[in-house]
Nanobody, 125 residues
Framework: VQLQAYGGGLVQAGGSLRLSCTYSGRSFSSYAMAWFRQVPGKEREFVAAIAKSGGLTVYADSVKGRFTISRDNAENTVYLQMNSLKPEDTAVYFC???????????????????WGKGTQVTVSS
């Protein structure tokens, strides 16, 4: 399994970005997908997750109402639409995949099965 995140960049506060993560391998539709982010010196933190079917999503409180996670199982891609961006959203964003996620808990980084390389998002004030 290989994951590749892209779509990051520099944006002004209040702006929007859409991140994409492409999945290479078998059975994308068997995996729950998630986005995490990390700033230097801090632990990687959960942002959003989506169940394998796309019918269940979970968000961190800090992004709820501003970010939307979605997936296209035909295209083996998961997206993160980020609106009303704030300087504190600045981080490297990572996508990750997990088999067998019930959707009843917020996945921690340590439980994810596969990771992609991150993409930098910088929000200027």
């Amino acid at each position: 399994v290989q994951l590749q995140a892209y779509g990051g960049g520099l944006v002004q506060a209040g702006g929007s970005l859409r991140l994409s993560c492409t999945y290479s391998g078998r059975s994308f539709s068997s995996y729950a997908m998630a986005w995490f982010r990390q700033v230097p010196g801090k632990e990687r933190e959960f942002v959003a997750a989506i169940a394998k079917s796309g019918g269940l999503t979970v968000y961190a409180d800090s992004v709820k109402g501003r970010f939307t996670i979605s997936r296209d199982n035909a295209e083996n891609t998961v997206y993160l639409q980020m609106n009303s961006l704030k300087p504190e959203d600045t981080a490297v964003y990572f996508c990750a995949a997990k088999l067998y996620w019930s959707g009843t808990y917020t996945p921690a980084p340590k439980v994810m099965d596969f990771w992609g390389k991150g993409t930098q998002v910088t929000v200027s004030s």
